[in-house]
DNA sequence: GCCCTCATGTAATAAGTTACATGATTGA
DNA sequence: TCAATCATGTAACTTATTACATGAGGGC
């Protein structure tokens, strides 16, 4: 059996504690989620795959009535987490930008619209600097310190696009 | 009938003229590649769909013996993009990135083997820096500014990525 | 003769999103 | 009481990759 990317990602969310699928999707959606997603059609059938595999092993914790099932990291399954972290052969980026996109193929409009889709992007990647302020902002206190070295990397990284975005916008004015 | 953005990526290459199946993916994998990939398997059956919508209109072209068919943008297909072009309502960018995943859980492992995460994704922007070079190099001359704009823009990318990881590299060597 | 490039296409598979169904608890 | 949150799960769908099959032409 092997195990992709959003595998790893429940390996790693649950190395922090026991947790739920509900809150491996909390805490995706406010840490890995921008630039690595997952959605509860990836994290349900995930968790059961790592069960049967004996990477994890979930337990019945009902909360009063309310259905509960909260899962642990095996050894086994701390094991494949460190050997997937040291593997370093298969790290390549994917963009996909639809903005960059049509500004390849915006000789077909004016530089003005080509201009108004690079202020669109600008303002998008604003949108996720002030999202990510937030997440730093609200942050619980943690003896784990890589994920703060990535969410600042996820900052500069935002700001880095504003500011080039918003340099391609003042050229394509200029060039009218 | 709705058009993916891939769709687009067939429409906006043969803005530039007619081409085969065949030359787009050609183009499409010395250009937009690196923020939007098509194979084979999404271009053929793409050309049919836009060919069935009257967005472009394909005939043979057989070089000898051998089949070719070659499709153009039809004045409905030239709208079509521009008015795809012209709305800014969807441009968010989508990043996948297995490296700043791992260092994301890099606290399960030494500062020393989070380092070589690192470094392995620096080197993997260097290398795409070399390959955008590469690109610009060979480029043919053409009235169209705007693929070289985006090509600028991938470089500068790539050429951010690869100083920051480059710096992050560093301060995890020194908090040993 | 053989390999590379040109050229078209499909089938199987993988990966992931969206929408839905279900139901308990908590707080205003 | 009503909405929001906690909680689990699946089915349908979309999107894209990989691998394969097929075959002609050109250059060594």
């Keep these: 059996m092997d ?38 059609g990836q994290i349900y059938p995930e968790l059961k795959k790592l069960e049967d595999a004996g990477l994890i092993s ?52 004016g530089s003005e619209d080509a201009a108004a889709i690079a202020r669109a992007a600008r303002e998008r990647h604003e949108a996720t600097v002030a999202a990510l302020e937030e997440v730093r902002r609200t942050k619980p206190e943690s003896d784990n310190r890589m994920p703060a070295t990535v969410l600042e990397f996820g900052l500069d990284f935002h700001r880095w696009c504003t500011e080039r975005f918003a340099r391609m916008e003042q050229e394509l004015k200029e060039k009218d």
């Design 3 to 40: 195990i992709g990317p959003t595998g790893y990602v429940v390996l790693g969310m649950l190395r922090l504690g026991e947790r739920t699928g509900y809150e491996i999707k909390q805490l995706v959606d406010r840490s890995t989620r921008f630039f690595w997603a997952a959605s509860y």
């Design 58 to 109: 979930g337990a019945a914790d009902p909360q009063g009535g309310r259905q509960r099932r909260a899962y642990a990291l095996t050894a086994a399954g701390e094991q494949a987490l460190e050997e997937w972290l040291r593997d370093t052969s298969e790290l390549g980026m994917e963009l996909r930008d639809p903005a960059l996109l049509k500004l390849f193929f915006a000789d077909a409009i």
